[in-house]
């Protein structure tokens, strides 16, 4: 059975950096994309970047640069290193997994599991 569960959001001030992490089960990261999306109030849920099948990665051009994703330390997990925060980052974070192929990894639609979702605010 997959689960994911995201943790590490938090009310941070612009500029400053902040760490999420999604820690998985029933995953096998060389056969997925994991994925994070985010989704402001009154807007539609984005795509903001995956680590596809455990080797690239790939990022919206609203954070490229500025965000990094990657496997983390206890192999069952995938963090998302947000740094230079912007208000216009403040969303509620969601982690995604699915056997998306390349051409649909932006898509949330190519995604078959994901988190409850973790709140991120950034003050001005």
């Known amino acids: 059975q997959v689960q994911l569960v995201e943790s590490g959001g938090g009310l941070v001030q612009a500029g400053d950096s902040l760490r999420l992490s999604c820690t998985t089960s029933g995953i096998t990261f060389s056969a997925y994309a994991l994925g994070w999306f985010r989704q402001a109030p009154g807007k539609e849920r984005e795509f903001v970047a995956t680590?596809?099948?455990?080797?690239?990665?790939y990022y919206a051009e609203s954070v490229k640069g500025r965000f990094t994703v990657s496997r983390g330390n206890g192999k069952n997990t995938v963090d998302l290193q947000m740094d230079t925060l912007k208000p216009e980052d403040t969303a509620v974070y969601y982690c995604?997994?699915?056997?998306?192929?390349?051409?649909?990894?932006?898509?949330?639609?190519?995604?078959?599991?994901w988190g409850q979702g973790t709140q991120v605010t950034v003050s001005s």
């Open positions: 680590l596809f099948r455990s080797t690239h990665t």
């Open positions: 995604a997994a699915g056997r998306a192929i390349l051409s649909s990894i932006r898509n949330p639609n190519a995604y078959n599991y």
